[in-house]
């Protein structure tokens, strides 16, 4: 029977590698993505590079906590800029596009030693999933109730419903990990490990969101106006 840890090494390991996913498909449909596709393929490429090096420092058993605390701020920023520009209210789509830096403020609790950048965090990643969480859901139920196409045809859904599933392993997931890394470090391992394949599930839903094109946020079946015939004289 394999280990917890041997476990978490085989689904974090397949959590970052399909990251690619999404990655391959903006790459390949690059000619048409959408402003938000692009700010949500900047992200999942700071998610890759962040992974990435937290699995290899892991392995090499460095302290790689201080990559999340760092990347997070980004990573919200970008995720707020994508989700602006899938609202319907072009009003509230201009008001977060400028509240985005605002997200910079979670790099000041580690640099003023609120928390510490080499352990878990108490609040910083929790702030953010919420904050991540909250708009995903808004603007899935926003939008579903809006447009009048298939919302399976559409990036917003596919990418809201991946970015809801994702973060919400995150709300409880920082602290949980605080307390109980000294406690129980198997059932660390273990939340973690399901965090992980929460994360391969919405990397494929990225992956199909970056397949759909992107309606317009009032779109309407298009009809073709009649011919128009020349009066008779």
Not at 3 to 11: G, L, P, T, W, Y
Not at 57 to 77: D, E, M, S, Y
Not at 121 to 149: E, K, N, Y
Request: hydrophobic residues 55%; charged residues 10%; proline residues 6%.
């Amino acid at each position: 029977m394999m280990s917890a840890r041997a476990v978490f090494f085989i689904v974090a390991s397949l959590a970052t590698l399909t990251l690619l996913l999404p990655l391959w498909q903006a790459w390949r449909g690059r000619s048409y993505l959408t402003e938000a596709q692009r700010f949500f393929a900047a992200y999942v490429g700071l998610e890759f590079v962040a992974d990435a090096t937290m699995f290899t420092l892991g392995r090499l058993k460095h302290n790689n906590l201080w990559i999340g605390h760092l990347a997070v701020p980004l990573q919200t920023v970008l995720i707020v800029l994508a989700f602006s520009a899938w609202q319907v209210d072009e009003r509230l789509g201009r008001w977060l596009r400028r509240a985005a830096p605002v997200a910079l403020v979670f790099w000041i609790p580690p640099a003023l030693g609120w928390e510490s950048a080499r352990d878990f965090s108490v609040a910083s990643i929790s702030i953010q999933a919420i904050i991540c969480l909250v708009l995903a859901a808004f603007t899935v139920v926003r939008r579903s109730f809006d447009d009048h196409l298939l919302v399976r045809n559409q990036s917003w859904f596919w990418i809201g419903v991946g970015v809801m599933l994702y973060f919400a392993t995150f709300a409880l997931l920082g602290p949980a990990s605080h307390y109980l890394i000294k406690l129980s470090p198997t059932t660390t391992i273990a939340l973690f490990s399901a965090r992980a394949v929460f994360q391969v599930i919405a990397n494929v839903l990225y992956y199909q969101g970056m397949r759909c094109p992107l309606s317009p946020p009032h779109s309407w079946p298009s009809t073709s106006p009649p011919p128009r015939w020349p009066s008779s004289s």
